[in-house]
């Protein structure tokens, strides 16, 4: 009998996304510490999304090759630690971009691989993998909220080390986490291509671009929005915290949500009120109580969206093409599609202001909506397991 290594994937799932909680809130005031213009801090941020168009899908590939998804992850994890080092010594722009390219190229490998062996070992129980995943909502909790308070007492460069701590976690669990037989498939040799050449399968990609071209201005510029109108750094972790907090109570209950409403009403909602809740960061920022609805709104717009998301595609790519599947999910919107939020949130920042950058946002999120209204049927998704 299969036993799931509840908490060797959780642990990973911890770390991996307790990196992203120190580094995509502070590192861009860290950044903007070595006098880094907006458009500078802009394209080195949005080098961790421009590796996602790529190299995902090529680790992928390495994986297939060697049939040895958890030893990428290995190697993803050492060569991520060797590398971010680097910014121990580099302080020109021209060294920073090259160090954050690699560092986004070896660290960019290893969810989609993860997120496949995941579902290998959960079988026929996939609604559990928001149970697994919650865990990384709760270590991007836990280094947000810690690094925020750490770095209202100590120097920015601190941060640094924080991060190296995360790495390191990530290193361990990546050593734990076992391998899983990948699931046979009665479509398994249907090729990638025309898989991808389906229409709810292009309509669905691209409007998770919108999707997370909409969080490109969030992820680069929030804390900066935050502080430039006096919040503190305690408090910008604790608003960061609690829009994760949203997403790991969605997490939590999605299965029984999944099966309520089913996954086209939820990928609605939750592009509904994406289009909302960046209309509020950007022209509320004055008042807290509508910062914090807005972050509460978290919890549909990634939490809901991503489960709903990856257990379509989960679905639409069955068998060996399960990895390539999760790559291209991962290369399309964490990739192509942070990669032109965060550049154009860059330009529209220095030029026109926060408010009307993050009015882009919102109109990212309302054509994802309608990609989703015009070209993913009810009947496309009722077959998707819960």
């Not at 120190?22 to 590192?27: D, I, L």
């Not at 309520?260 to 592009?271: D, N, T």
């Not at 192509?336 to 529209?348: F, R």
Request: glycine share 8%.
């Amino acid at each position: 009998m299969h036993t799931l290594p509840y908490w060797r994937l959780s642990g990973y799932y911890f770390f991996y996304f307790a990196f992203i909680g120190a580094f995509s809130p502070y590192f861009g005031l860290y950044l903007q510490s070595l006098s880094f213009s907006a458009w500078d801090i802009g394209l080195l941020m949005s080098q961790m999304q421009l590796m996602r168009l790529c190299a995902p899908y090529l680790w992928g590939v390495l994986a297939d090759r060697l049939a040895q998804r958890v030893s990428v992850v290995r190697l993803a994890a050492v060569l991520s630690l060797i590398v971010f080092s680097a910014f121990f010594l580099v302080k020109s722009f021209p060294a920073m971009l090259v160090a954050m390219a690699l560092l986004a190229f070896f660290w960019s490998a290893a969810l989609p691989l993860v997120e496949t062996v995941t579902f290998d070992h959960l079988r026929d129980q996939p609604g559990r993998y928001s149970r697994i995943r919650l865990w990384g909502s709760v270590g991007f909790i836990v280094a947000v909220m810690g690094t925020g308070a750490l770095l209202d007492g100590l120097p920015l460069p601190s941060l640094l080390w924080v991060i190296v701590g995360t790495l390191t976690g990530i290193l361990i669990y990546a050593l734990a986490v076992p391998e899983a037989p990948a699931h046979a498939s009665a479509d398994e040799h249907l090729p990638v291509g025309d898989i991808v050449r389906q229409t709810r399968v292009r309509a669905l990609f691209a409007a998770c671009f919108m999707m997370s071209a909409a969080h490109g201005a969030l992820y680069v510029f929030y804390s900066i929005h935050l502080a430039d109108h006096q919040y503190n750094k305690f408090l910008v972790g604790c608003l960061w915290s609690l829009g994760v907090l949203a997403e790991i109570i969605v997490f939590f209950f999605m299965s029984d949500l999944l099966r309520q409403f089913g996954l086209r009403a939820i990928l609605l909602l939750s592009f509904a009120a994406a289009t909302v809740r960046f209309l509020m960061i950007g022209w509320g920022v004055d008042w807290l109580l509508v910062i914090v609805l807005a972050q509460l709104l978290h919890g549909l717009t990634f939490g809901a969206y991503h489960a709903a998301a990856i257990a379509a595609i989960n679905r639409w790519f069955p068998g060996r093409c399960q990895a390539r599947g999760q790559a291209l999910y991962s290369s399309v919107s964490f990739g192509a599609g942070g990669l032109v939020g965060g550049l154009l949130s860059g330009w529209t920042w220095e030029r026109l202001g926060a408010a009307p950058t993050y009015a882009l946002s919102s109109a990212f999120a309302l054509v994802g909506l309608l990609f989703v209204a015009q070209w993913v049927r009810r009947s496309d998704l009722d077959d998707v397991p819960d």
